[in-house]
């Protein structure tokens, strides 16, 4: 398992992603438009704190199905959200 922040974020993003968004092929402040989740998406790379990170830009309409798929494959390598005190989306 890798140490969280340091590759969990671009193995998230390989499980639902096309793109190969791994640091030494995705520069920081790249962005791609691609599938991300099956959704239409833009994908900027985002470093926090010291940390690789991916912004995703997506149809709002499709927030919730995204952030719930984004989390659910985070899980799998240990990851976890960052910035904006880690948002999460509660449907009301």
């Not at 398992?1 to 590759?7: F, L, N």
Request: net charge negative; charged share 20%.
């Amino acid at each position: 398992m890798s140490e969280p922040g340091s590759t969990s974020a671009a193995e998230t993003m390989s499980k639902i992603c096309a793109v190969d968004l791994r640091p030494h092929r995705f520069a920081n402040l790249a962005m791609a438009q691609t599938s991300v989740a099956r959704l239409n998406a833009v994908v900027v790379r985002h470093d926090h704190l010291g940390r690789l990170a991916y912004l995703i830009l997506s149809d709002m309409t499709a927030a919730q199905f995204m952030w719930h798929s984004v989390l659910d494959a985070m899980q799998e390598f240990d990851g976890r959200p960052a910035g904006l005190n880690a948002i999460t989306l509660e449907a009301k």
